[in-house]
Structures are given as structure tokens and as C-alpha cells.
């Protein structure tokens, strides 16, 4: 049974709390989830000649995108059907919406960089016009210019609500991001590890922070629905069911 209920929006700071307490809860998932599409690309690049790097670091980009869609169904089922998916059965929902879900992200991002070229302005307004466009795509399953429509339509007299959500959640992850790679670069330094050797350890360490943000999207994605289908973002965190890991 779906668990929209009719009641209030949620602030900024009270979806960061939920996507946080949203990924204690299903740590266990969404690290395996993230570790089947991003670890392959990682060990690969780091063993291949320099010369074909590049083509693992834009598998590791395209399976970056994946990733953030494979997060949002897991979300999804959680807080629409009161259901744990499995890593398994995320990648099996997300199916041939991955695609869409490739496309409509390189869309934005070509939309948001054309914007920012031309004045810095009209690349922010696409940036939080086309937020909740990977969130749709994976879990509405509309394609391309629909999704980004879908979300310009979620997104509409919510500017500045959206963006407080995801420069706070942006400037907590990359903060955390920064942080470790910092650390691990220095402690690996120290020791001598060779750099190349450091930057796929980094990496891999790195990996359970990736969902941070497909969790805050994806949970702006709901109360921006609260917002116009009652869906009560607090509600539904609270009556999660335990992770299926």
C-alpha cells in the first residue's frame, strides 16, 4: 500500500535529515547497488594501459547516472510500496528505463552547460528546473523531454526550495567527499603507495557516499509532490520497512 498521506510540505533541512535517516536505514542496499555498477569500471581503469583509461572513466560516468536512477527505485519501492528491494531486484525495475535514464541526465547537463555558457543565471534556473528529471525517468518511466517537462512542471514555484535542498545537500556530500579523499591521498602518500594504486583505493572508499545525493533527489522528487499530491515525505521515511541486505 502506498504511503503518500495527505499533510505538509517538508523544509530543506527536514529532507536532508530524512535522506540521511533514509540511508542508515538501507545502507546495506544501496552500497551493493552502487558497488555492482561502479566498482567493475574502477578496478578495470585502474588496471588497463593509460592509453584506454579514458573509456572506463566514461563507463564509470554512464554507471555513475545508472546509479542515481537504481537509487531512486529503490526509494521508490520503499516508500510507495513498503517494500526492501534487493540490489537484484532494483537493477531488474530499473530495467530498460536505465537508458532514459542515461539520456535524460546528459540532457541536462548539456541544457545546464549551454545556460551557464551563455549567463550564470539561465544554467541555475536549468539546473533546478531538471533536478527530479533521473527521479522521473526511473521512477515514472517517462523518457527525454517528458521527464525534463515533469520535472520543470514538479519544480515550478518552488526555485529557491529546491535549490536551498540541493546546495545544502551538495556542500554536505562534497564536504564529505573532499574530506576522505584528502585524508586517504595523504595517508596513501605518506606510506609511498604508487598514485595511481591510491586513486582507485580513494575511489572505492568513496563508493557508499555515492547515494547520498540520488537520495536527496529522489526525496525532493516526493515532497515536491507533497506539494500538489499530499505525499508526506517525514511519514514515509518513519514507516520504512528493514533493509533486505
Known amino acids: 500500500m502506498s504511503q503518500l498521506a495527505h499533510t505538509h510540505p517538508r523544509r530543506a533541512t527536514e529532507i536532508l535529515d530524512s535522506s540521511f535517516q533514509f540511508y542508515r536505514a538501507h545502507f546495506a542496499d544501496l552500497l551493493v547497488v552502487s558497488a555492482l555498477l561502479l566498482v567493475p569500471p574502477l578496478l578495470l581503469g585502474a588496471i588497463v594501459p593509460p592509453s584506454i583509461q579514458v573509456v572506463f572513466q566514461l563507463v564509470f560516468n554512464l554507471m555513475f547516472l545508472v546509479s542515481q536512477g537504481a537509487v531512486a527505485v529503490l526509494v521508490s519501492a520503499a516508500l510507495e510500496r513498503d517494500r526492501a528491494l534487493s540490489a537484484g531486484e532494483v537493477l531488474r525495475e530499473l530495467g530498460n528505463r536505465a537508458g532514459s535514464v542515461i539520456a535524460v541526465s546528459i540532457m541536462s547537463g548539456i541544457l545546464i552547460g549551454l545556460g551557464a555558457i551563455?549567463?550564470?543565471?539561465?544554467?541555475?534556473?536549468?539546473?533546478?528546473?531538471?533536478?527530479?528529471?533521473?527521479?522521473?525517468?526511473?521512477?515514472?518511466?517517462?523518457?527525454?523531454?517528458?521527464?525534463?517537462?515533469?520535472?520543470?512542471?514538479?519544480?515550478?514555484?518552488?526555485?529557491?526550495?529546491?535549490?536551498?535542498?540541493?546546495?545544502?545537500?551538495?556542500?554536505?556530500?562534497?564536504?564529505?567527499?573532499?574530506?576522505?579523499?584528502?585524508?586517504?591521498?595523504?595517508?596513501?602518500?605518506?606510506?609511498?603507495?604508487?598514485e595511481r594504486l591510491t586513486d582507485m583505493v580513494t575511489g572505492l572508499l568513496l563508493v557508499p557516499l555515492f547515494p547520498l545525493i540520488a537520495v536527496t533527489t529522489s526525496l525532493l522528487y516526493y515532497d515536491l509532490r507533497v506539494r500538489s499530491e499530499g505525499a508526506d515525505v517525514e511519514a514515509m521515511v518513519n514507516t520504512l520497512p528493514e533493509s533486505a541486505v
Open 118 to 194: 551563455l549567463l550564470l543565471i539561465p544554467g541555475i534556473l536549468i539546473a533546478v528546473w531538471t533536478v527530479v528529471a533521473t527521479p522521473v525517468a526511473a521512477i515514472e518511466g517517462l523518457k527525454n523531454s517528458a521527464a525534463l517537462g515533469r520535472s520543470r512542471e514538479l519544480t515550478r514555484g518552488h526555485f529557491w526550495h529546491v535549490l536551498g535542498t540541493m546546495v545544502l545537500a551538495w556542500i554536505i556530500t562534497m564536504v564529505l567527499v573532499f574530506g576522505l579523499a584528502i585524508a586517504f591521498g595523504a595517508l596513501f602518500g605518506t606510506i609511498g603507495v604508487p
